[in-house]
Nanobody, 122 residues
Framework: QVQLVESGGGLVQAGGSLRLSCAASGRTFGSYVMGWFRRAPGKEREFVSVISWSGDSTYYTDSVKGRFTISRDNAKNTVYLQMNSLKPEDTAVYYC???????????????WGQGTQVTVSS
């Protein structure tokens, strides 16, 4: 069992930055692939980024490539999402999730956090 708690969301102007954190409970955090997803108002939840258990492999959806960076610190049981050059279309609730597979598919993630709101004003 893994419990996930996101933090770091907030209100930022376009072009600004935020760093999201996701703290995980449990001693097996290092064995999980971790992903970030987001749900914008009126839209379905969508994949943002994923990082392997070791941190050696990452993948991003096209709309955030070059602007967002995912990382993890297994000693701290925490995964991060550094978001730079934010745009109004990045406004969403951001969720972290844990999976046993390196995947972009929502249904392959077993554990989810409660989400943190990110609002980007124009």
């Amino acid at each position: 069992q893994v419990q996930l708690v996101e933090s770091g969301g907030g209100l930022v102007q376009a072009g600004g930055s935020l760093r999201l954190s996701c703290a995980a409970s449990g001693r097996t955090f290092g064995s999980y692939v971790m992903g970030w997803f987001r749900r914008a108002p009126g839209k379905e939840r969508e994949f943002v980024s994923v990082i392997s258990w070791s941190g050696d492999s990452t993948y991003y959806t096209d709309s955030v490539k070059g602007r967002f960076t995912i990382s993890r610190d297994n000693a701290k049981n925490t995964v991060y999402l550094q978001m730079n050059s934010l745009k109004p279309e990045d406004t969403a609730v951001y969720y972290c999730a844990a999976s046993t597979s390196f995947t972009t598919l929502t249904r392959r993630y077993d554990y989810w956090g409660q989400g943190t709101q990110v609002t980007v004003s124009s």
